[in-house]
Each structure stands twice: as C-alpha cells, then as structure tokens.
C-alpha cells in the first residue's frame, strides 16, 4: 500500500494547472507519477479522454503502464482504459501518423530506426570524405608522423567526422533548419565556416536517401508533429480535448524542441505536469537535451513548484557524501562555470515511520592512492571475491565511465569465476561473436594470409571449447605455417598437415577445422548475407549467438548494396570495424530497451555505464576511475574527450560546428574556439552530475577509486573526488 510522504501528497493533490516537480534519487517520483495518473484517470477525465504520460525510454513506458494498471485494477476500474503512455518520440509519430498529409508526407511513410539511420549516416559521411580526402589536412597539427597521420585518415577523423555531423544533424533538426537553407546561408560566409559547410552537405545527403526511402528519422518526427499542429488549429483543439492532463518524465532531459511540443498540446490555462531532477541531467554532451529547460521552468510565476526531496534509497553517510558533492560545486569549485552545475538542493532522509527506511548499515571507502587501470581492476575484482561469499542475497554493481572499462572488469570477473552481467552498449558475448565472424571471414576473404589462419581456427575453437585459455597446440601449429594453401588445400605431397602434432585429439581438431574451412572458401561467391549465414551456422549454436549473426548479415548485405563496388575483404573489413571499434558500437545489434531490475541479480556483478545505471540502485557500488580525464574539473593539467589528440589548438569539432550552426540560424556570433572553450566548461558540470548519479546509486556500501590512466603523461585524481577525500579527512579529525 502506497504510503505518500508530504511532498509526494501534494503532488497527489494536484487538480489542474503547472506544476513542476523536482525529484531527488530515490525520492520515489515514479511510483507517485503512476498514482496521479490512476487517480486522474479514476475522477478527473471523461470516457473519451485519456491521460497522457510522457516518458523518456521504452523501457519506462512499460513500467508506467504496469504500475497505472494496477492501480486501477485495485480500484475496479478498467486496467488498461483512460491513458495513454508514450515516449516523446512515440507520441510524435501518434500525431504525425493520424494526418501525414498535414506535413507533406504520404500515409504510408516509414520511419527508419536508429541502426538504419546510422548506417545512412555512415555512407554519407564516407561518400563526402572520399570526394574531399585533403580536408583535414588543415585542422592537423604540425609534426604528426608517417604512422599517426594514417591513423588519423582512416581510423580517427571519419570517426570524428561522424561524430560531428550527427551532432549537427540533431541540431539542425531541433532548430528546424533545413540543408537547403544552411547551404543557402553558407555561400555567403568565409572559409571559417568549413565544418558547417561540410555537415550541412553530408546532411543535404542524408535527408535525400531518406527521401528516397519514402522514410524519416526520429529526430524529424518532433518537428513533423509541431508542423501538423500548426497546420491545423482544429487537430490541436481535438488533441487537447482528448489529453486534458500531461504527465512529463525525465523532464530534465527534454530539448527545446519536445518542450515546444507538450507545451503546444498544454495550452495556455492547461495542465501539466513535469517531473525530473536537474542534478541528474547527464545526456546533455550527445544529445539535444537541455537540463535548463526544467530549471527555468520550476522558477516560473506560474509554475507550481514541487520539492520532492526526501529518499529511503540510500544509507545516511552516502546522502551526506552527495550532498556534499552539490555544496562544494556551487561554493567551492575552481572553475566558476561549474558553480552552476546543481540546483542545490539535498537529499534528506526519510523520517522514522515511514515505510522505506534509510539502510542502517554504511561503508564509505574513498581509495585516495593512484592505481594502474590493471591495478584498479585487479584490487577491485579481489575485493568482490572477499565479499561475495558473505552476501549471497544483495546486490553489487561496478560502475565505469566508459564501455571500454567496463569490458575490461568484465574480462577479469569472468577470468576468476565471478559471474557477471553487463550494462555496456555491446555485452562481452555479443563481442565475442562478431569477432568470431569477422575472423572466421577474414580468412575466407584472404586465404593466403598466414595470420589469418592462426585467427580463424582461434575463434573457432573458443567457440567449442568452453573457457578455452591461452594458444593451443594445434593454434602454434597453425601459426608456423608458412604456405596455408598447403595447409587449407592440400595436393600430392604438399600436406602441411602430414608432418603435425601426433596427438590424436590435436590431430583431430586440425582435421575437422580444414573440412570446415574448405566448406566456407567454397560459400565465398554466396552473398555476403548468405555466406555469414552459412559460417554462423558451423560457429554458432546458441540462439542469441545465431540472432546476432543474422543482424550481422543484414547490416552486411544493406552495405553491399549500398556500395556495389565492394568485395568481399571491404565488406570484412566493415564487420572489423563493427566488432572492434569503440565508437561504432554493437549496442543495436543485441542490447534491447527492456527494464532492468537489480534485485533478479543477488550473487553477480553487474558492470555497468554511470550513465546506463541512472534510474537504478545496488546494495553495494564500486565507482571507478574517478580522474582528471573522466571527470575533468576545468584545471590546466585537464584533458577533454571530445578534443581530437591530432587536431591543432584544443578543438572541438562538434562544438565547433554547432557554434557555425547557430550563427547560421540564430545570428549569434561565431569566434573560432570560443565554443569549445564553452564546451569544456558544459562537460565539467555534466561529469559533476555523472558523478552525483554514480554516488546516489548505492543503498549501503560506496567504494571510490581513481587510476592513473593510460596515455604517457599519468592522470591525477579529479578535483571533485580531492575534495570529497578532504571533507572525509576533515570528518574523520572531528569525530576522533
């Protein structure tokens, strides 16, 4: 039985009108969101009107409706009658779906999803690349050597590149500016523009192939549902009257545009409803979101503001360390643009009757020495073998800021037995299985390569032998093999096989590899969708392995299509680059939007993103790598991940291009370098926050540690987490 605390009864007491609601971790905002839904649908609508409730992932939209409907079930009522939960994107396509006509689209348009639109992306940006391979040259820094220079043209600049326009292409979008416009805009401005220049021709490119396709992306829908609305005052009155009551979630993470469009559907005089928690805005750096939106909307005359700000979550020594966290930044912080990071606002704890107790129990341990990123791991993986055994029922997450670490941990709990499941963009098997692939392909594609041999008979023997570890007899075999043919096709007395290992079993593997092999060279003409298909097959076994494979193929297939020029060792190559490259990732391949609930994991370790883990909580959290790279502060030894290590001057490509951008739209002024100076400081505040969600996702246990990092020059310990260590120092005098 839901008991509200006060803050959550006034939220239960709205009737009508704004309201803005700011909610700490653990405040309980989903839960009272779901009863002011049930108990607007139970006395406030009509039959013919819905509530609407607006989420930010499809995970939370089935949770909403779980919650909402039993709560009516538990009233008599109806469960599934009287609302309506969206996410912003889902309900755009509502909207635009019922009158495409409204916006020039035909009734059966397609909406392409996120793998397909970045593909689109990609052959683009590698199209306009292609046709302009000196463009970088100028952006580089001098004394780049032969190596590095390679490098940067066929690894590091398409990456950036593409990382760029995406930005700029959401911008655009959330800005409505079409290509035409911006190319219009941009004959008329000097070479300084270049990057504008560019993102504006490749997104020309992209938006004609979705032409083509009779299709639009996601980002277009937000702007295609405002046109409609526009369009027609009597679709807007109809769409009011059905959704007299809106419900915002996550509304933090909002850009300007969807806050356009629930305000369009609000009315002047309407009701709304907006709950989120600015401290937690941490997807502003990839995203349109804009965590100023909801500040400004809480300080607003009209705006009935609600401070949810009491949470059972967490242990009295962890709500202390981060509200200690939000008091530093906004007093004490060196950089005074990150004095603005938080809404100060703290975490109290629940008072003593209610029914979600704050944990009794508390460790805060804050690892002050520096440690190798292998130290790290190391120290942290011996820890858990210490304490799982004696906490067989709770809950354990290590949290990292990038998927790159992350797979690292995994690595290691799965080297010593620790069972392990991952929230990174692309699960170890999931890896696993697309290098097996790419691999096994190569060697299909280049038979004559020796590596290539050694590769494939390696992936395919992990794939039967479980935790195979270390080179196998018959894989050092393979590797001396100078000639495979005379391995792989053998003719009269040319039998590399013939002077081999003696054992049976070593013997044995060699053979059925070389029948295997055989059959895959003979697949080789196939077409590539066929030709992975029918290796996956003699690879694979597991469904989810097999599932994987088939996306595979279909990626494959649209890419040769896309590029009939292409063979077989271009189309290996692009696996390569899906499988091993950290900035093109495997997240669409297997990773769905489903919920994920801790508490199905006692006795494992979850590894996770501090930015997947937002929204969830674990008994005890180690929070990893808390340095100067990570977690910059603004300080002149500081490095910034969005600033190119080949680029001259610091820059920052995205930041540079949506300052072009917005000069272009806007009016504003643009100095070259100026935005990536903003930029830097925008990061700063949202690690800040990063950090706060990683801090506020354990209930009783806190571990903080920082490596040195791995570029020549050690990282230091990020300046927030020198002072967190202080205040713990200070702490310490004063109790002893």
């Given at each position: 039985m839901f008991r509200p605390r006060r803050a959550q009864r006034r939220v239960l007491d709205y009737r009508g009108g704004y309201m803005g609601v700011a909610a700490v971790p653990g405040s309980g905002k989903t839960q009272t969101l779901s009863?002011?839904?049930?108990?607007?649908?139970?006395?406030?609508?009509?039959?013919?009107?819905?509530?609407?409730?607006?989420?930010?992932?499809n995970s939370a939209v089935g949770n909403f409706a779980?919650?909402?409907?039993?709560?009516?079930?538990?009233?008599?009522?109806?469960?599934?009658?009287?609302?309506?939960?969206?996410?912003?994107h889902g309900l755009a396509h509502d909207i635009v779906r019922e009158r495409p006509g409204l916006v020039g689209l035909a009734d059966d348009f397609q909406i392409v999803d996120d793998r397909t639109a970045a593909q689109i992306m990609d052959d683009a940006v590698m199209t306009w690349l292609r046709t302009h391979p000196g463009f970088?040259?100028?952006?580089?820094?001098?004394?780049?050597?032969?190596?590095?220079?390679?490098?940067?043209?066929?690894?590091?600049?398409?990456?950036?590149?593409?990382d760029m326009v995406s930005a700029f292409v959401r911008r655009a979008k959330d800005l409505r500016a079409r290509p035409e416009t911006l190319l219009s805009s941009l004959s008329l401005r000097g070479p300084e523009f270049a990057l504008a220049r560019l993102a504006a021709e490749v997104y020309r490119d992209y938006q004609q192939s979705l032409g083509y396709r009779g299709a639009v992306d996601f980002?277009?829908?937000?702007?295609?549902?405002?046109?409609?609305?526009?369009?027609?005052?009597?679709?807007?009155?109809?769409?009011?009257?059905?959704?007299?009551?809106?419900?915002?979630?996550?509304?933090q993470d909002s850009s300007a545009l969807q806050q356009e469009l629930l305000e369009m559907l609000a009315g002047p005089g309407g009701n709304w409803v907006r709950v989120g928690d600015p401290n937690q805005a941490v997807y502003q750096t990839f995203t349109t979101a804009n965590p100023?939106?909801?500040?400004?909307?809480?300080?607003?005359?009209?705006?009935?503001?609600?401070?949810?700000?009491?949470?059972?979550r967490s242990a009295l020594g962890i709500i202390a360390l981060a509200n200690a966290?939000?008091?530093?930044?906004?007093?004490?912080?060196?950089?005074?643009?990150?004095?603005?990071?938080?809404?100060?606002?703290?975490?109290?704890?629940?008072?003593?009757?209610?029914?979600?107790?704050?944990?009794?129990?508390?460790?805060?341990?804050?690892?002050?020495?520096?440690?190798?990123?292998?130290?790290?791991?190391?120290?942290?993986?011996?820890?858990?073998?210490?304490?799982?055994?004696?906490?067989?029922?709770?809950?354990?997450?290590?949290?990292?800021?990038?998927?790159?670490?992350?797979?690292?941990?995994?690595?290691?709990?799965?080297?010593?037995?620790?069972?392990?499941?991952?929230?990174?963009?692309?699960?170890?098997?999931?890896?696993?299985?697309?290098?097996?692939?790419c691999d096994v392909l190569r060697l299909v594609a280049r038979p004559e390569e020796r590596g290539a041999l050694r590769r494939a008979f390696a992936a395919w023997r992990r794939t039967r032998v479980e935790r195979a570890a270390g080179e196998s007899p018959a894989e050092r075999f393979l590797g001396r093999c100078e000639e495979p043919h005379t391995y792989l096709w053998p003719f009269g007395d040319e039998d590399y096989l013939r002077?081999?290992?003696?054992?049976?079993?070593?013997r044995g593997e060699l053979m059925a590899f070389r029948t295997l092999a055989q059959r895959w060279q003979r697949a080789a003409p196939l077409p590539i969708d066929q030709l992975v298909l029918t290796v996956a097959q003699d690879l694979f076994a597991a469904p989810q392995e097999l599932a994987l494979a088939y996306q595979l193929a279909v990626v494959l297939r649209d890419y040769a299509e896309a590029n009939p020029g292409w063979r077989l060792p271009e189309l290996v190559a692009e696996l390569h680059d899906l499988a091993a490259n950290p900035r093109r990732?495997?997240?669409?391949?297997s990773e769905e939007d489903n919920a994920f609930n801790p508490d199905e994991h006692k006795g494992e370790v979850v590894v996770a993103t501090m930015h997947r883990a937002k929204g969830l909580e674990w008994d005890r959290v180690y929070l990893t790598a808390l340095n100067n790279y990570d977690f910059p502060g603004g300080q002149s030894h500081d490095t910034y991940r969005g600033e190119p290590w080949y680029l001259e001057g610091n820059l920052n490509l995205s930041a540079e291009a949506l300052a072009q951008l917005e000069a272009l739209v806007l009016g504003r002024p643009y100095v070259p370098g100026e935005a990536s100076q903003t930029a830097r400081n925008d990061y700063v505040c949202e690690r800040l926050r990063l950090l706060y969600v990683g801090i506020t996702r354990a209930r009783k246990d806190l571990i903080m540690t920082w490596n040195t990092g791995r570029s020549r020059q050690a990282q230091q310990q990020a300046v927030a987490f020198i002072a967190l260590c202080t205040r713990g120092r200070a702490d310490a005098r004063g109790s002893a």
């Open positions: 009863a002011l839904a049930a108990d607007l649908v139970a006395r406030r609508i009509a039959d013919d009107q819905e509530v609407l409730i607006v989420t930010l992932v779980a919650r909402i409907a039993q709560d009516l079930r538990e009233r008599g009522l109806p469960p599934q009658a009287g609302y309506r939960v969206r996410t912003l970088v040259d100028g952006l580089l820094k001098e004394g780049l050597d032969r190596s590095a220079l390679a490098k940067v043209r066929t690894e590091s600049w398409p990456n950036d590149c593409r980002d277009d829908l937000v702007g295609y549902a405002i046109d409609a609305l526009r369009q027609d005052p009597d679709y807007l009155a109809r769409l009011r009257l059905r959704w007299p009551f809106i419900l915002e979630d996550e509304a100023e939106l909801l500040r400004r909307f809480l300080a607003r005359p009209e705006v009935q503001a609600v401070e949810m700000d009491q949470s059972g966290l939000v008091d530093w930044a906004c007093t004490a912080h060196p950089l005074p643009e990150a004095r603005l990071a938080f809404r100060r606002q703290h975490i109290r704890p629940t008072d003593p009757d209610d029914p979600q107790p704050n944990p009794e129990r508390c460790e805060v341990y804050l690892y002050e020495k520096g440690l190798s990123p292998e130290r790290e791991v190391e120290l942290i993986v011996r820890s858990l073998l210490r304490w799982l055994p004696e906490h067989p029922d709770e809950t354990v997450a290590i949290l990292v800021p990038d998927n790159t670490r992350g797979a690292r941990f995994s690595d290691a709990l799965r080297a010593r037995g620790i069972p392990c499941v991952e929230l990174l963009n692309a699960s170890a098997p999931t890896r696993d299985a697309a290098r097996a692939l002077a081999g290992p003696a054992e049976p079993q070593v990732r495997l997240a669409w391949l």
